[in-house]
């Protein structure tokens, strides 16, 4: 996992298909924008626009992936996310290829703070569990990028 703030991008040495998703960022209008599937390039890269308020983590589920890398930045609003190594965490719903994740209990929970101007990226060895309250429900504007794991 990679937690950092937007203005912080250029310290990493991201491979390409991670660039253009910060060039497409950089390039639309994410906060007026419909919320929905951008295509980018096709499965290999698309962006997922979504708009939600933060909810209590007792009905959270931690997901992993297999075939995509999550890269999420915040638009609007702060969550909670918890984060695990999915190694050390065990299946509560198989993996659906189809639909690209698996649900796992996880005994243990790390939780950090995102908010607007940052962005995390989660490998298939990371689990997630965003749309977490922090201290009080609010609406969250954030964009979701899919970056193929090849």
């Not at 198989?94 to 101007?117: C, S, T």
């Amino acid at each position: 996992m990679i937690l950092d703030t937007i203005q912080n991008i250029n310290h990493y040495a991201f491979t390409s298909i991670f660039n253009k998703a910060f060039q497409w960022l950089r390039q639309n209008d994410v906060e007026h924008m419909a919320t929905g599937k951008y295509l980018i390039e096709g499965e290999q890269l698309f962006a997922m626009v979504n708009e939600y308020e933060t909810s209590d983590q007792n009905i959270g589920i931690r997901e992993g992936h297999i075939k995509y890398i999550d890269l999420q930045v915040m638009i609007s609003g702060t969550e909670q996310v918890a984060w695990e190594l999915k190694s050390r965490q065990t299946v509560s719903t198989p993996y659906d290829p189809d639909r690209d994740y698996a649900f796992f209990d996880a005994a243990e929970q790390n939780l950090f703070k995102f908010e607007a101007g940052m962005f995390a990226v989660f490998y298939p060895h990371d689990l997630h569990m965003p749309n977490l309250i922090h201290r009080q429900s609010q609406a969250v504007r954030k964009v979701v990028f899919k970056i193929a794991n090849i």
